[in-house]
């Protein structure tokens, strides 16, 4: 009896994991998602999402992938909401005083998200996508290059920044944080808006990240200057911290609006403004590949230190492919996350209770390089 049963688990266990790339393809369609009856979603929006559910099956499906450590998240999931809906649109409409900080990677350079430069980076050819050739035999992803944005461009982005920052004033608690993501080129941009607009600059995260960005010789004419480099090879990505204004102390601000402060490591160590993060890869990239996606093991140190008490909710107002929303649930974390996008909104429905559950293998930590 004892070896029939052996042979049957062994059985199983093979055949699990004959079929878990399957599995991992039609995820989307496996997962169960139930809404809450007292709202019903429209074409534009998709609201509470029964995570329990959600995690369970993205946990099942996902036992024997090996890349996926056998921990679970330590923290409890928590709730979530999505919307399909223009951010602005949204920030219009929403309570005063209802969000508690932003997590957020805009499209700082406006253009690479419009419809037909999406279509040029997916064809591989022209605009604002560089695609570089590659490497060892590895193919390098996409990425937008902002040195080709001119005068119109610039003005925009501004313009843009200027928009988020005003309309995300009144929304949020005094003390909230907004953490968001920009590029050494283009950073000035979006800060300036930012404090002109009434928020408090409270420094940067930097997020030391190594890809093949950047180095690269002149153009068509390697050869010739075989010891110049155009540009410096990047290796970190700015994020821009900010702060609405405190009503009074941080300690008083603390007690009745649950912000104003970072969340510190530990009692003993505090929030630092490095981090290093290498690129998403692997099961994360299979199952988000948006063409900014931000891995869980950065994310989550940001969200953990957005919320100092655990209190109130995190807005992503350009959730892509919902990899903040997943950081915040997984770290017990309530959020809300806003997409125009339909196809990265779909995405984010099928991606984010499966990053949630993902265990990042990543060593090192806030300020800690492993």
């Known amino acids: 009896m004892q070896a029939s049963r052996a042979w049957r688990h062994l059985h199983l266990t093979f055949f699990h994991l004959a079929v878990s790339d399957v599995v991992l393809n039609r995820l989307g369609r496996n997962v169960s998602m139930r809404c809450d009856p007292r709202f019903q979603p429209d074409n534009d929006t998709l609201a509470f999402w029964d995570m329990r559910v959600l995690q369970r099956t993205a946990k099942d499906s996902r036992k024997s992938i090996a890349e996926t450590p056998s921990s679970p998240a330590t923290a409890r999931p928590a709730s979530y909401k999505i919307f399909h809906v223009d951010a602005f649109k949204w920030l219009e409409n929403a309570k005063p005083h209802s969000i508690h900080a932003v997590v957020t990677d805009p499209p700082y350079g406006l253009i690479e998200y419009t419809p037909r430069e999406l279509e040029k ?35 925009r ?8 920052a005003e309309r995300l004033l009144p929304v949020l608690v005094p003390g909230a944080h907004v953490f968001i993501a920009t590029n050494p080129l283009v950073s000035h941009l979006v800060y300036e808006p930012f404090i002109a607009a009434g928020f408090e600059k409270r420094g940067e995260i930097i997020r030391v990240v190594y890809t093949l960005r950047g180095g690269d010789r002149p153009k068509n004419a390697h050869e010739e200057f075989p010891e110049i480099s155009v540009m410096p090879k990047s290796c970190w ?4 911290l900010f702060r609405k204004p405190c009503e009074g102390r941080v300690q008083d601000n603390l007690r009745k609006w649950k912000t104003g402060g970072l969340r510190r490591i530990s009692a003993d160590e505090p929030f630092k403004d490095l981090i290093y993060s290498s690129p998403a890869r692997g099961f994360e990239r299979e199952v988000a590949p948006h063409p900014s996606l931000k891995p869980q093991h950065f994310l989550r140190q940001i969200v953990r230190a957005a919320l100092p008490l655990k209190q109130g909710v995190i807005l992503d107002p350009f959730m892509g ?43 090192g930590g806030n300020g800690a390089k492993g």
């Open 321 to 363: 492919s919902g990899s903040t929303i997943a950081a915040a649930s997984a770290c017990g974390l309530q959020s809300t996350g806003l997409e125009t996008n339909t196809e990265y909104y779909k995405l984010a429905v099928k991606a984010i209770p499966a990053l949630a559950e993902f265990a990042p293998t990543e060593v």
């Open 157 to 164: 982005l501004r313009s843009f920044f200027k928009q988020l």
């Open 237 to 240: 990505e700015p994020w821009g």
């Open 121 to 155: 980076m997916r064809n591989g050819r022209g605009g604002v996508w560089r695609i570089p050739p590659s490497f060892d035999g590895c193919q390098r992803k996409p990425l937008p290059r902002f040195t080709v944005l001119d005068s119109h461009d610039r003005s």
